[in-house]
């Protein structure tokens, strides 16, 4: 199996510009986790989806961030417009069933936004 | 403090000796997972342990839960150079799906 799979792995960016993050979860597993991750506030839990259904989002930092799971093979986390503050790690997970077990997190994406 | 706490924040040692780290949280669990992070990669899954479990073992791995203090902690036995990482627990609360991840256990393995 690949695991869990991000793209891009790095990206630079201008502040205003969008940023689209994309993840493809190891098949068969049924929730997606996207997280954010800096030095000052840790791994954030930003959204999850259980069966490519939203569940919570209420980590989602503001209305500039949006994600989507159109299938259960493709996820994507877009921010619109990006700041430098969203500069961070943001990783994908995935789980292969719905109650709290093992994840297993991608490379993340490193996001610089200047 | 936040949920799924670890301590210390960092930590160094010599090849070969052990290495602690303790976790503490606030609410009751269902389940407290151990993940490790090397520099500039993704989490990877170490060992979960189980509210009815007390102690769990994986390789050179120990986990110790205990509820009453709302506490665990991880044991690495005889460390090696390649356990350099950041060690973080997360705490799967009630009945929601979601992990609580501390901020994690620097640790440092001197060859």
């Known amino acids: 199996d690949a695991g869990v799979i991000q793209s891009p792995r790095h990206e630079v960016t201008e502040m205003g510009q969008e940023v689209t993050l994309r993840c493809k979860p190891i098949s068969g597993h049924n929730s997606l986790f996207w997280y954010r991750q800096t030095m000052m506030r840790g791994l954030e839990l930003l959204i999850y989806?259980?069966?490519?259904?939203?569940?919570?989002d209420s980590g989602m930092p503001e209305d500039r961030f949006s994600a989507k799971m159109p299938n259960a093979s493709f996820s994507t986390l877009k921010i619109q417009p990006s700041e430098p503050r969203d500069s961070a790690v943001y990783f994908c997970?995935?789980?292969?069933?719905?109650?709290?077990?093992?994840?297993?997190f991608g490379p993340g994406t490193r996001l610089l936004v200047l | 403090s936040q949920q799924g706490e670890e301590d210390p924040q960092a930590l160094s040692i010599q090849e070969g000796e052990n290495a602690t780290m303790n976790c503490s949280y606030k609410?009751?669990?269902?389940?407290l997972q151990w993940y490790r992070q090397n520099s500039g990669r993704g989490l990877v899954h170490l060992i979960l342990?189980?509210?009815?479990?007390r102690e769990k073992h994986s390789g050179r791995l120990r986990v110790t839960l205990d509820t009453s203090k709302k506490s665990s902690s991880l044991l690495i036995t005889a460390s090696r150079a390649a356990d350099t990482a950041s060690y973080f627990c997360?705490?799967?609360?009630?009945?929601?799906?979601?992990?609580?991840f501390g901020k994690g256990t620097k640790l440092t393995v001197n060859p």
């Open positions: 997360a705490s799967a609360q009630g009945g929601s799906e979601k992990l609580v």
């Open positions: 342990i189980r509210s009815n479990e």
């Open positions: 997970a995935s789980s292969p069933r719905t109650r709290q077990e093992t994840q297993y």
């Open positions: 989806f259980n069966n490519n259904v939203p569940i919570d």
């Open positions: 609410t009751s669990i269902n389940n």
